[in-house]
């Protein structure tokens, strides 16, 4: 048996880790460390193995490692949870950790040097990675980087029963953002509240269109996303989920925010009272890691009529305080409101600034004003800005 052969059959005694063996990557690599047959048979091989680790780089150890870090299994699921580790599970991890770290410095010349033919063939690099300690730092970070899903990536969508990721998002910064300072800071303070495991509430942001409700949230998790915090967007038909999302995320050593953008109600319904129920005791937030965030134009969360003030219910004004309590359930009510037509001139002219716009502020006040005929608002100062550096750059 060759010195490759050994190895390939060590890979696959990998249990602790064995789900790398489905990774497209891996798997290539396994065949190649099997392969046989015609030096035509062996070169695709090799060349198809080579293939796929250039769609993520050069470098087999580093690929590898990242597979390894990123894995969610048994093992970092009971460190991260801090529970007791039995010595076999620690002795299993530490042998595939080795096994792994042998397999991802295989070399280009451990395989060419088997194939029977002189021609040129692609290579990789590889590093000298200890895995051993690069896992136990992981560990010791696990707070921070996470593991599995939530260690590849930041944001994500409740869809269809399962949490899935969202790879392209909004890369909206706290810069990008101009005026209600004090708004913004309610929100954030919370969230570092929650990310230093202090007390955090449950969060409301209402107000008018375009104020900044959403992009606040947005920013928060581009900003804190490398300090253990992620986001998960949830549509508000689906709130009857939420607390068999907390379930799942209350023992996840990372911090979470469950966000529900754009939330009202047009009437009594469930969704409304499974809202309620997840909210009960609004104060903190309903599991020490896991808050959530919604966003609405209305303060109460109830789309009203004046024949719903009215009605034939005798006890009516108790149904409508009943309605109204929802907002109430949120520990924090941060009010987003239309600018002023000073604040709205003076983000326009901060805007003016980020862009590198040349106009007479006299001027720029008069077209601002016009634009914003339909209303005020931060987006509109942006939307309004945009369109004139187009149009200074002859777009």
């Not at 299994?73 to 529970?83: E, F, G, L, P």
């Not at 930041?154 to 392209?168: A, C, W």
């Not at 050593?253 to 953008?261: Q, S, T």
Request: one cysteine or more.
């Amino acid at each position: 048996m060759t010195d490759i052969e050994r190895k390939q059959l060590e890979l696959h005694t990998v249990t602790i880790f064995r789900n790398l063996l489905d990774d497209p990557l891996i798997s290539r690599l396994s065949a190649l460390m099997s392969a046989k047959g015609s030096a035509k048979e062996q070169v695709d091989t090799y060349c198809e193995f080579v293939h796929e680790l250039l769609q993520s780089g050069d470098n087999l150890t580093e690929y590898i490692l990242k597979r390894v870090l990123e894995d969610e299994n048994v093992y970092i699921v009971q460190k991260a949870h801090d529970m007791l580790v039995s010595e076999a599970l620690e002795s299993s991890a530490k042998h595939e950790l080795k096994i792994l770290e042998s397999i991802a410095r295989l070399t280009p010349e451990d395989f060419t040097s088997q194939i029977e033919y002189d021609g040129y063939l692609p290579k990789w690099n590889t590093s000298r990675i200890d895995f051993t300690g690069a896992y136990n730092e992981r560990l010791r970070t696990i707070d921070i980087d996470g593991y599995g899903i939530f260690a590849k990536f930041t944001k994500f969508r409740f869809r269809d029963g399962e949490i899935v990721p969202v790879q392209s998002t909004d890369p909206v910064r706290f810069a990008d953002l101009k005026e209600y300072e004090r708004e913004r800071n309610q929100v954030i303070n919370n969230t570092l509240a929650l990310l230093a495991g202090k007390a955090a509430a449950n969060v409301l942001l209402y107000g008018d269109a375009g104020t900044g409700k959403s992009s606040t949230v947005k920013a928060i998790i581009n900003e804190y996303q490398d300090k253990g915090l992620r986001l998960i967007e949830i549509g508000k038909k689906q709130v009857a989920a939420l607390p068999a999302i907390i379930e799942k995320l209350k023992n996840n050593p990372l911090k979470f925010i469950l966000f529900i953008d754009d939330l009202s109600f047009s009437q009594e319904n469930d969704d409304l009272y499974e809202l309620k129920a997840a909210l009960e005791g609004s104060i903190s937030s309903i599991s020490a890691n896991v808050v959530i965030y919604a966003t609405s134009n209305r303060r109460h969360l109830i789309k009203e009529t004046f024949s719903d003030r009215q009605g034939d219910d005798v006890h009516r004004n108790e149904t409508l305080q009943e309605q109204w309590s929802l907002s109430d359930r949120f520990g924090l009510k941060v009010p987003f409101m239309m600018p002023s037509k000073d604040l709205y001139l003076t983000i326009v002219h901060e805007l003016k600034a980020d862009y590198k716009i040349t106009i007479d502020n006299t001027e720029l006040d008069l077209l601002a004003e016009r634009y914003a005929i339909g209303g005020r608002s931060p987006r509109a100062a942006r939307q309004f800005i945009e369109q004139l550096k187009c149009a200074e750059d002859g777009e």
